[in-house]
């Protein structure tokens, strides 16, 4: 259910995760989420969520200020 609207309605979807680490600004492409047909909130499954973790831990050392990477494809 979607904490924003309470609408049931929930579309399994792909979106873009923005991140702001301490280094550099991360863009992840194409991450599944949930996305609530009525308000347009997105939402991501916990095991979204730690794999974004991952993710981003992976890319700390990474040198440059912009790292766009792909869900799909991230190491
Ligand atoms: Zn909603």
Do not use: W
Not at 4 to 13: A, D, F, V
Not at 19 to 47: D, H, L, M
């Amino acid at each position: 259910m979607c904490p924003g609207c309470k609408n049931n309605k929930m579309t399994n979807s792909l979106t873009v995760y923005f991140a702001n680490t301490e280094s550099c600004y991360v863009i992840i492409e194409n991450v599944p989420c949930r996305k609530c047909s009525q308000c347009g909130e997105e939402f991501f499954t916990a095991s979204v969520m730690n794999r974004i973790d991952e993710i981003l831990e992976g890319i700390k050392n990474v040198s440059g200020k912009i790292f766009i990477t792909d869900y799909q494809q991230a190491a």
